[in-house]
T-cell receptor, first 111, second 112 residues
Framework: DADVTQTPRNRITKTGKRIMLECSQT?????MYWYRQDPGLGLQLIYY???????NKGEISDGYSVSRQAQAKFSLSLESAIPNQTALYFC??????????FGDGTRLSIL | DQQVKQNSPSLSVQEGRISILNCDYT??????FLWYKKYPAEGPTFLIS???IKDKNEDGRFTVFLNKSAKHLSLHIVPSQPGDSAVYFC???????????WGAGTKLIIKP
């Protein structure tokens, strides 16, 4: 079983819809992250959380919100999806000193 | 403005030869650098890292070199193997910022 699990793996939806992407981890890490990747670009940080009560905006948080329901769960929401949010989304986890470990991504298409 | 740049979108290398992937950065405050490898339909996986207080770190076939004066790092893979074909990302971290800044990636193709 994967240490970092993202659901769904693929999603196609329409402009204006609310979407939630979910991430769960079994690594026991305190820190969790959401990134998006656009073609030809590196990963950009959307939000990050260092524990259940600590949530921080990343580089590109506009249009997104997050919820850290438990140490193991971190969800990303698009309240009203727009086409330029079409991208590949990754969740990652880490402890205080180690590298980040990634899920396999969610491919999101907004029509 | 890209703080971490990987100027080669792709690189093709013969199996058994050395692969050299390059990364340049602009912010002298970065104090830790990481390389990740990504296969299609999978998330990035951590490969190797280097602290700014070092100029070399080696792990098996993988070696990362850091030249702080040139703000340049490189990943050497020797010998290259078919399973090394993937996209390689360079990322940089400022400890005070906790945020990884990523390059756009280089697609490495190992030819048999």
């Amino acid at each position: 079983d994967a240490d970092v699990t993202q659901t769904p793996r693929n999603r196609i939806t329409k402009t204006g819809k609310r979407i939630m992407l979910e991430c769960s981890q079994t690594k026991g890490h305190d820190r969790m992250y959401w990134y998006r990747q656009d073609p030809g670009l590196g990963l950009q940080l959307i939000y990050y959380s260092f524990d259940v009560k600590d949530i921080n905006k990343g580089e590109i948080s506009d249009g997104y919100s997050v919820s850290r329901q438990a140490q193991a769960k971190f969800s990303l929401s698009l309240e009203s999806a727009i086409p330029n949010q079409t991208a590949l989304y990754f969740c990652a986890t880490s402890d205080q000193v180690g590298p980040q470990h990634f899920g396999d991504g969610t491919r999101l298409s907004i029509l | 403005d890209q703080q971490v740049k990987q100027n080669s979108p792709s690189l093709s290398v013969q199996e058994g030869r050395i692969s050299i992937l390059n990364c340049d950065y602009t912010n002298s405050m970065f104090d830790y650098f990481l390389w990740y490898k990504k296969y299609p339909a999978e998330g990035p996986t951590f490969l190797i890292s280097i602290s700014s207080i070092k100029d070399k770190n080696e792990d098996g076939r993988f070696t990362v070199f850091l030249n702080k004066s040139a703000k340049h790092l490189s990943l050497h893979i020797v010998p290259s193997q078919p399973g090394d074909s993937a996209v390689y990302f360079c990322a940089a971290l400022m400890d005070s910022n906790y945020q990884l800044i990523w390059g756009a990636g280089t697609k490495l193709i190992i030819k048999p």
